[in-house]
DNA sequence: GTGTAAATGAGGACAGTTTTCATTTATATT
DNA sequence: AATATAAATGAAAACTGTCCTCATTTACAC
């Protein structure tokens, strides 16, 4: 029934426990960028021993596996995602952290352009537009 | 005379041989983005006994005093490239790990577009568009 | 149920970078 | 030119996020 099992067989996975919650983890979290760190953080509270390396390599092989994504974020760690078939890039909040998601036809289209301007056979981009978001712009005003 | 020393003074910085050198090297090494394992051994060679945690301390410094800019690549380490005054984004090679600048104005204004959309007032992007350099390509089909 | 390949946990390893602290140095002052 | 002092340096240790090793456990095909 729980939708995960299948996701878990259909990409080549065992279905095993640690592979479970940690997906049970990414949907259920109200974030939807959690770092490593986080998802094993949630485990803890959720009651779940599993330890920090097994964190990190089931997000990688979900990675692999494509259901789940990973922003590799401005000198250090990185954030995971759910895979949701749609490609987008990101703002990110200085202050506060939050993260907002973003889909540019033009910025994307002009990337090809770029690459191809330059001889380049584009693989993949990454953008992340740093700010401060509305949130902390207001709390800064008092 | 040497250039350098204003440069230093002007940003605040004691004249120090280290640092004379950390720009020297900058300036003459033939790429033009280096991490500070390359700008160590660059040193080494030339003959510098310059320790790897005075490089990192040097080239933060210039890059708070705006001599230097960071790049940030995915996953890891950072590599540093003299100030040339105009913004400008990068192009990697996945294959070889050459790097080539770009500006597109479309995309800056797009970015901004986009920040202001979303009522973020942005501070900054980062943008790498990641592919096989026009070199790599052709040595592929052999 | 059994066998076997795969997954896990614990802890160590690792890479890039930063910090600590004793020593040296640049520069302002005499 | 000698001196004083704040700043810079080198060496080594610490740190952080992530990955690896290896002994043990588990999923699942038979
Ligand atoms: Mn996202
Ligand atoms: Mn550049
Ligand atoms: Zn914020
Ligand atoms: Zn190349």
Redesign the interface.
């Known amino acids: 029934m729980s939708m995960e099992r299948q996701d878990l067989r259909k990409a080549g996975l065992k279905v095993t426990l640690p592979r479970l919650k940690v997906l049970e983890i990414l949907e259920v979290t109200e974030q939807r960028h959690l770092s490593a760190e986080d998802v094993y953080k949630a485990l803890l509270e959720s009651g779940e021993e599993i330890g920090l390396a097994t964190v990190y390599r089931v997000l990688t092989q979900f990675e692999g596996a494509g259901l789940v994504s990973r922003l ?1 974020i ?2 250090g760690h ?1 954030v995971f995602e759910l895979e949701n078939g749609e490609h987008h890039d990101h ?1 990110l ?2 202050s506060c952290g939050e993260i ?1 998601e ?1 889909v ?1 036809e ?2 994307e289209e ?2 090809h352009a ?2 191809k ?18 949130r902390c ?1 207001e709390e800064r005003k008092y």
């Open positions: 590799s401005d000198g990185a703002l909040c200085v907002q973003f540019d033009v910025i002009r990337q770029i690459a301007e330059k001889g380049f056979q584009m693989t993949e981009h990454s953008l992340y537009i740093y700010g401060i978001c509305k712009q």
